[in-house]
Every structure is written in structure tokens, then in C-alpha cells.
């Protein structure tokens, strides 16, 4: 995407404001407490971690931590961090801090969801003011991108507070990242200043604004009256609605596969579904291309594994799944699935194939794809019916209580690639993520060999080994991976769309000093 | 007089408690817990975590007692505080939000009064003339246009097409830099569309209220007096038939006191305003207990409060009702 330059310079300057519009406030600003995008979206603003992801999503690049070091197989992690890093009230960042926090998330009275990577630890050991050692039970691969910004707190402000109920500090927090607390008005807006004293530089945008505006059709008339300068913009209103030629000269438009995937998921202890013929058939039957076509305008990428297109991750040696009707009737057919009385519905042993697809309200997009999903299946013979459901009553009366037979759903990917939690064959309990119930001896090898092991290129083999069983068996019928299209005022320069999203770099972005439009105050 | 008042106010209690448990029933009842958001799907988060957020919340207590504790906080005033991450009184959330609420909806129904009973009389006594049936069927499209898209029409002409009105919120984002003159007439600017739009919807009712009741005193023999004395029409109108007519709008206008706190939904979405329907809305769906019976209560006893009003409204507006 090319920036029109023309207005003279083109060169960075400090100025300027971004203005957000976001669908929902915060609740925190503690990152380990937060559970919702908005409150980790305004967080990142104000913390960082030890180590981030690069713009690739590949590997993990040094931040406030210079280097680590691998040892004894993964065993041992010693990390040695920046010097020169300072927290915004003027107090040098050390090793003590990383360690208050690591002591904090793990501590059972601590009100956090994010835990389970730290409890993997046996200690964290502080060597000097700016190196510690953490040891491992296990060697344990997905611990490494957990030393992110979620224990990186300011142990002199909170050491000997109740973090739960400190509402001082979620609400006016102290850091260390690009940019520094300034304003809070509740449901309304929330703003930050950038940080001078940032140990990656003085951010060029002075400040960004994020306004809360909850119905996307009213961000989308701010963002063409100028109230906003970037919003996520809807497949709808990307495609359709962003062609005009005052679009085109005052904004850019930016796509990138975004971090999460949809699935129709077998409950693999009915019958039906356990035999894999049958799962091959259903998801020869359906079109994948065309759901990404109709439910997302294109918007979005078919998908065959629980990875992201793109990333060294997926397994690129699988070919897209073959749409193929005629070979599904075939694989039914083999399956005893015939239509013996000719009413146009296959049938076995006297039972009509017919079942009913959940999915959960709320979410169009699952809504669309199950009812395409409905007419292919018709299309080879297979009754199906879609019912929607209130998220709570479909989560705890039908998910938890094995009371469903097909289901529309979607994961959220993390980065790493360990998968053991949704596959393997021990998570199948109440309220644990192997709902389908999927068992599989070497799937559960690979997961546990894949979590334990550092080394990158054999994490791949044994992860491209994972998809490939995922392939063969089709548990799930891998569906697509949507994009995120985000949208911002042309004024903002150094924009650089990768597997990461847009704002990786966001500290480096700028306005030439004569396209700055405002600085707002407080 | 202050012995019926007494009377009234003690019945409230058991109404207030009777309220209360079917609220916290029916709230209870309704599948998910506010944990779910936090755990649900999240691979990240053990059972272990579950079950610790549960008994920080109380939620792994039977209901009763679950119920009792919150009765007795709430009999000592304290509304608790909220299930969200914030941690935040409940008090606070809804004193933050009741305002804007209540001054919108203010507003929108002077706006409608304003307009209602002068077209209401107008159609009253030129009944089935031109203007009636033109302004019957104007008030009956605002009645029958769904307010969010009327909204949105609006705020596409005015916001982004003229750009003479702002489209959401209360205020500028360069609000706290503008002089005090500026800040009015920013406020104002900013109440325009959704005081306007909220009160199109209100304006069929009221203004069909007011024309049936205008005719039903136009029939009324003293009326028929009144113009046989030969008093001009206008004073007839004003002075004899409108005073009646407005009896029945006053209780109208007492029922809706307790509809000034609860929100729209709709439009506070639409406009991005923070106000009641918003908060209900967002702590339904989160499952925020304490904030849902918090402001299901202000809503009971405010509700309440105006129907006592009403009454005693009534009473002083309609000497007939003084004795017995």
C-alpha cells in the first residue's frame, strides 16, 4: 500500500493524536486481571514484556529482557534484562519486579485466568538487579512467550496490596511501555500520552484517544465525519462501502489474517461421527471457499489445521481439503449410508441421516456458515437443522453436558503451537476444551512431545506430524480463518500490515509535522 | 393526609421484598454465571481457576444465603460491588449513568408535551379537518418508524453528510478546552438527534391522548354552556375545555416517572450515550449480579414512588377526589 506523499515533507515528526473507535471499555488496567479485549488493547499501551512475537509471528524478539538463555533442554530459562529501562514515576525496572509479578500470578488469591503457564515453574530465582533464572518440573516450550508483559509490574507501588480490589492502580496505572496514562471517563473514552523516556524511543504520536462507541454503523459514520481516525472495519463495509474516491484520498485500508478459526466440531462418542468415513464425507461436502465468499466477502482464508495461514507453523504440505460431492455420497455409501426408500434423505438400518447444528447467538458470521453448511449437506442427502443459542445455555447445557451432535464454533489461536489442551485425550472432563471428545495415542505423544521440546524445527516436524493425523481423521471440519480489516486516516505514516496485524510497530508510525490534525486536552 | 402516606410507604416493604426475591430468582435462574466469561473457552484457564473465582464471588454458597447476605447489605444501604473486574460500588456505576438518563429522557418528554397538546387540541377542535388528518398521520409515521433506523438516517444526514450536528456522544473530544459558552451550546448540540428521535416515538401516543380527551370534554354539557353564553371559541377552549383535558395526561405523566430511569437500549447504543439501558444491558450480559439487582431495585422503588406521585398528583389537581 503505497502513502500518497505530495504535502511538501514526509518526514517523521512528533505530534499529533490517533483516535480509536472501540466497541467497549475496559474494566482493568492490571493485564493479568484483565478478561477483555478492550482492557488488554489499552494495557499494551501502558506495560510491555520481556519478549514479543516479531511482525512474522515466528520468533520471539528481545524487548525489556536483552537475551535469554535455553538451558539443560529447556529446563532452566535465565533471563537477563535492559539496564536502561525506567517506570514512568522514575524508578529503575529490575529483575525484583518480574519477580513480584511471577509471585503475584501465581499466587492462589490472585484473581487471574492466566496462571497455568507460571505454575509450570518450580522457582524463579533472582541472580542481580537485572538477571533471574526461572527452573522448570518439565521442560516446557509455551512458558517461554508467557514472560510477555503479564508479570511485568512495578513491585513499589503494589508489594503488600490486594491486587484484587486495588482499584487505585487499575485505574491510574504506573509503567514502562510507549505511552502513559492520561484520562479515564468511564464508558466514554480513554486516553494515553506517549512516553519521552520509552527505552525504544520517544513515540512519534503524541497521544491516542479511544472512544467507546458500542453499534459499529455509528463508528463507521464518526470514522466519514472525521470523529475517529481508525476503526475495525465490518467484511460489509469493507468491500462495499470504503470504494468512494473520499475514502480512498483520506484513509487506507489494511487486511491481515487475524487470530482465530472456525471449526464444525463431531461429537465423536455418537455413533455416526465416530466412524471417519463419515467425517471425510461431511467435509468433502462442504465448499469452504464459498462460505469465506458469502459469509465474509472474501475477507478471510479456507483453513485445514488450528494454525494460521501463513505462519511457519501451518503445515503447507496439506492440500486444501477436496470439495467433492460426488466422492462424499461414495464415502456415505461404503459408510451404509443409502437412500433405501427414496425420499431423497440417506438412511441406515431403517434411521434417516438427520441431525441439528449448534451454534451460538450473537455471531452472524457462524449463523451464515452453518446454514451453507446445511444446504451442501442436503445436497448429498444428510437432513440437517440449525438451532442457535444463548451462549451461557449453549455452553452449559448442551457443550458441558455432551448434549449436541454437530456444533459451529471458533478458537482463538494463541501463537504457540501447542495444541495440548483442545486435543488431547486427558481434556475431555467437565468444563475442559476436547468436548468432541477426540482420542487419539499418537496425537497425545506429539502434544506432549511438542510442549517439551525447544528446539524450532523439531517443534515443526512434530507439529506438522499433528496436522496431518488432524487431516487424515477430520475431527473437525477445519472451516476458515477470518480477517481483521482495520482502517486508518491517511495522515498516519510507517503503517506496515504483517502476519502480526498493524500495530506491531505502532510507536514508529508518524503524521509529517504539516498533515498533524490535533493534540487533544484533558 | 400524612396518615395515607404513612400507610403507603410501610406497604412498600413487603413489596419491596417480594421484588427483590423474584428479581434475584429470576436472575439466578438464567443459565451462565459471571465466571463463565472469564473461563469459558479459555484454554488458558484451569478448573482450579473457576472454582477459585467462584468462591471469591460467593457464587459457591447455596442461593439463600447467597440471597440473605445480599438483603443485608442492602438493608444496611450498600448495594455491593460489582462483579466486574473494576471492582467498582455499584452505587457509583449507577449514579454515573442515572443522570444522563434521567436529563435525556427530561428532556424528551417536555419536547413531546411541547409539541403533543398543542396538535392534540388543534386536531380536538378541527376534528377530521385537513390539519387533523395531516398531522394524525404525521405522528403516526414517527410512531411507526423504528427509532434506531431513524437514528442512523439522521445522523447520516446531519453528521456526515452536513456536518452540522455531532453523531454520538455527550460531548466534544475537545470538550475540556472550550469556554463555558462553547461547552453549552457543544452540549446542546450534542442532545439535538437523540433527544429529537427518542421523543417521535412518544409523540403519537401523547398527542392522540390528548385530542380523544379534548373531545370527550367538547361533548360535556358545560362546554355546550360555555358557547351558548357566548364566549369566543378560543376562550372556550382554553379556559373551560383544556383544563379538564389535561387531568388524564397528568396521570399519564405520573406513570412515566418510573420510565425516566430506565434507558433505551437501543438508542444509548446507537448514540454511544452512557446511561441506564446501557449499564442493564451490559451487566445482564455479563452476568454482574450485584449491578443487575442494584439497578432492578432503584428502578422498583423509583417505580413505586411514582405511582404514589400519580395519586397524590391527582388528587391535587382534581378537587372531586379531595373527600372520601
Request: glycine share 8%; proline share 6%; with cysteine.
Amino acid at each position: 500500500m503505497q502513502n500518497v506523499g505530495g504535502e511538501g515533507d514526509d518526514q517523521p515528526a512528533h505530534g499529533d493524536a490517533i483516535v480509536y473507535g472501540t466497541i467497549g471499555d475496559a474494566s482493568t488496567l492490571i493485564p493479568m486481571l484483565a478478561s477483555d479485549s478492550s482492557s488488554s488493547e489499552y494495557a499494551n499501551d501502558i506495560f510491555d514484556g520481556l519478549l514479543e512475537y516479531d511482525k512474522t509471528l515466528s520468533t520471539l524478539e528481545p524487548r525489556l529482557a536483552e537475551k535469554w538463555d535455553v538451558e539443560d533442554g529447556g529446563l532452566k530459562l535465565t533471563f537477563h534484562l535492559r539496564h536502561d529501562v525506567k517506570w514512568t514515576d522514575g524508578q529503575p525496572f529490575t529483575a525484583r519486579d518480574v519477580e513480584f509479578g511471577f509471585n503475584l500470578i501465581r499466587d492462589p488469591a490472585t484473581l487471574t485466568a492466566y496462571a497455568e503457564d507460571y505454575k509450570q515453574a518450580k522457582s524463579l530465582e533472582v541472580l542481580d538487579d537485572w538477571t533471574f533464572r526461572v527452573v522448570y518440573e518439565k521442560p516446557f516450550a509455551p512458558a517461554l512467550a508467557s514472560w510477555g508483559s503479564m508479570v511485568v509490574l512495578p513491585r513499589h507501588l503494589l508489594e503488600g496490596k490486594n491486587i484484587n480490589n486495588n482499584i487505585e492502580f487499575a485505574q491510574h496505572p504506573v509503567g514502562l511501555g510507549p505511552y502513559r496514562f492520561e484520562n479515564w471517563q468511564r464508558n466514554t473514552r480513554f486516553s494515553v500520552r506517549s512516553n519521552p523516556g520509552y527505552y525504544r524511543g520517544w513515540p512519534w504520536v503524541e497521544q491516542i484517544v479511544y472512544r467507546i462507541i458500542p453499534d459499529q454503523a455509528t463508528q463507521f459514520l464518526e470514522l466519514q465525519a472525521g470523529g475517529i481516525d481508525s476503526m475495525t472495519l465490518t467484511p460489509l463495509q469493507f468491500t462495499r462501502q470504503t470504494s468512494t474516491p473520499v475514502f480512498a484520498r483520506d484513509f487506507r485500508k489494511y487486511r491481515f489474517v487475524s487470530n482465530a478459526y472456525t471449526y464444525m466440531g463431531y461429537n465423536l462418542d455418537d455413533p455416526r461421527f465416530a466412524d471417519v468415513r463419515v467425517r471425510r464425507a461431511f467435509s468433502m461436502a462442504v465448499n469452504k471457499q464459498e462460505i469465506v465468499d458469502a459469509v465474509l466477502f472474501g475477507l478471510g482464508k479456507p483453513c485445514e489445521g488450528p494454525y494460521r495461514p501463513g505462519t511457519i507453523w501451518t503445515n503447507d504440505k496439506l492440500p486444501p481439503y477436496p470439495f467433492d460431492p460426488g466422492k462424499a455420497r461414495a464415502l456415505l455409501a461404503e459408510a451404509g449410508w443409502t437412500d433405501s426408500d427414496g425420499d431423497g434423505i440417506l438412511d441406515k438400518d431403517g434411521k434417516p441421516f438427520a441431525f441439528t447444528i449448534l451454534t451460538n447467538q450473537g455471531n452472524e458470521t457462524r449463523l451464515k456458515t452453518a446454514t451453507i453448511i446445511q444446504k451442501r449437506l442436503r445436497d448429498i442427502g444428510v437432513d440437517v437443522k440449525v438451532r442457535v443459542l444463548e451462549w451461557s445455555a449453549f455452553i452449559n447445557d448442551f457443550i458441558d453436558k455432551r448434549r449436541f451432535e454437530v456444533i459451529v464454533l471458533g478458537w482463538g489461536l494463541s501463537l504457540d503451537p501447542d495444541q495440548f489442551d483442545i486435543w488431547d485425550s486427558e481434556k475431555t472432563g467437565y468444563k475442559q476444551f476436547n468436548f468432541i471428545d477426540y482420542k487419539n495415542k499418537e496425537v497425545d505423544d506429539l502434544l506432549e512431545k511438542g510442549r517439551r521440546t525447544f528446539d524450532e524445527a523439531e517443534r515443526k516436524r512434530i507439529y506438522d506430524r499433528f496436522q496431518e493425523i488432524l487431516y487424515d481423521e477430520q475431527p473437525y471440519t477445519f472451516l476458515y480463518v477470518p480477517e481483521a480489516t482495520p482502517i486508518v486516516a491517511a495522515r498516519f505514516h510507517g503503517i506496515e500490515a504483517a502476519p502480526a496485524g498493524i500495530s506491531w510497530n505502532f510507536p514508529f508510525w508518524y503524521v509529517p509535522k504539516g498533515q498533524q490534525k490535533y493534540v487533544i486536552t484533558e | 393526609m400524612l396518615s395515607y402516606l404513612a400507610r403507603r410507604l410501610a406497604g412498600f416493604v413487603p413489596l419491596l421484598l417480594g421484588i427483590s426475591l423474584v428479581s434475584f430468582s429470576v436472575m439466578t435462574l438464567a443459565p451462565g454465571s459471571p465466571v463463565d466469561l472469564m473461563t469459558d473457552l479459555n484454554p488458558k484457564a484451569s478448573p482450579e481457576d473457576r472454582i477459585k473465582l467462584e468462591k471469591f464471588y460467593g457464587l459457591d454458597q447455596p442461593l439463600y444465603v447467597q440471597y440473605g447476605l445480599w438483603l443485608g447489605r442492602v438493608v444496611h444501604g450498600d448495594l455491593g460491588t460489582s462483579f466486574s473486574r473494576d471492582r467498582r460500588p455499584v452505587v457509583d456505576k449507577i449514579l454515573e449513568a442515572l443522570p444522563i438518563t434521567v436529563m435525556l429522557n427530561v428532556l424528551e418528554l417536555a419536547l413531546v408535551l411541547a409539541f403533543a397538546i398543542p396538535i392534540g387540541i388543534h386536531s380536538a377542535a378541527r376534528q377530521y379537518s385537513l390539519g387533523d388528518r395531516v398531522t394524525t398521520v404525521l405522528v403516526f409515521i414517527g410512531f411507526a418508524t423504528p427509532d434506531f433506523w431513524a437514528a442512523l438516517l439522521a445522523m447520516t444526514l446531519f453528521g456526515a453528510e452536513l456536518n452540522l450536528l455531532p453523531i454520538s456522544g455527550l460531548r466534544s473530544i475537545d470538550y475540556p478546552s472550550m469556554s463555558l459558552l462553547g461547552k453549552i451550546a457543544d452540549s446542546v448540540k450534542h442532545l439535538i438527534l437523540p433527544v429529537t428521535i427518542a421523543a417521535l416515538g412518544g409523540l403519537a401516543g401523547m398527542s392522540r391522548y390528548m385530542r380523544s380527551s379534548m373531545l370527550e370534554v367538547l361533548r360535556q354539557d358545560y362546554v355546550q354552556t360555555a358557547r351558548a353564553k357566548g364566549l369566543e371559541e378560543r376562550v372556550v377552549l382554553r379556559r373551560h375545555a383544556l383544563r379538564n383535558a389535561l387531568l388524564p395526561v397528568v396521570t399519564l405523566l405520573g406513570l412515566s416517572i418510573p420510565g425516566l430511569i430506565g434507558g433505551s437500549v437501543i438508542a444509548e447504543q446507537i448514540f454511544s450515550i452512557p446511561g441506564m439501558g446501557r449499564l442493564f444491558f451490559s451487566s445482564v450480559m455479563a452476568r454482574d449480579y450485584p449491578v443487575v439487582m442494584g439497578v432492578l431495585m432503584f428502578g422498583a422503588i423509583l417505580t413505586l414512588l411514582g405511582n404514589l406521585a400519580a395519586d397524590l398528583l391527582y388528587v391535587a389537581v382534581d378537587p372531586r377526589l379531595r373527600k372520601g
